[in-house]
Nanobody, 127 residues
Framework: QVQVVESVGDSVQAGGSLRLSCAAT????????MYWVRQAPGKERERVAS???????DYADSVKERFNVARDNHKNTVFLQMNNLTPGDTAVYYC?????????????????????WGQGTQVTVSS
């Protein structure tokens, strides 16, 4: 069983920055595909950032050049650094994990579905 726990979100003003972290407990974390997914009120879930076991990354167009995802396999943790935030980034952010028995690139991860989800954390950006 894999548990996924996000850090507590926050409220920031537009133009500000925020870093979320997510710890995933389970065997061979270093082989997990990790994802950050957000859902704003009245909108569908959006996969904003993904990272493969080989540290390759992928971003939604809406966050490219502003968000950065990274992982620390020694701490079983993945981070989402969010810069130049706008009110459009307001959402509940979920961290998700997809264990694999192979080292997958993010390209391979994107064709898979996350298996384990965190409880979600609220990020609010005010103008």
């Amino acid at each position: 069983q894999v548990q996924v726990v996000e850090s507590v979100g926050d409220s920031v003003q537009a133009g500000g920055s925020l870093r979320l972290s997510c710890a995933a407990t389970g065997p061979a974390y270093w082989r997990y595909c990790m994802y950050w997914v957000r859902q704003a009120p009245g909108k569908e879930r959006e996969r904003v950032a993904s990272i493969g076991a080989d540290d390759t990354t992928d971003y939604a167009d809406s966050v490219k050049e502003r968000f950065n995802v990274a992982r620390d396999n020694h701490k079983n943790t993945v981070f989402l650094q969010m810069n130049n935030l706008t009110p459009g980034d307001t959402a509940v952010y979920y961290c998700a994990a997809d264990p694999s028995n192979r080292v997958l690139s993010v390209k391979s991860c994107l064709s898979r579905r996350p298996t384990y989800w965190g409880q979600g954390t609220q990020v609010t950006v005010s103008s």
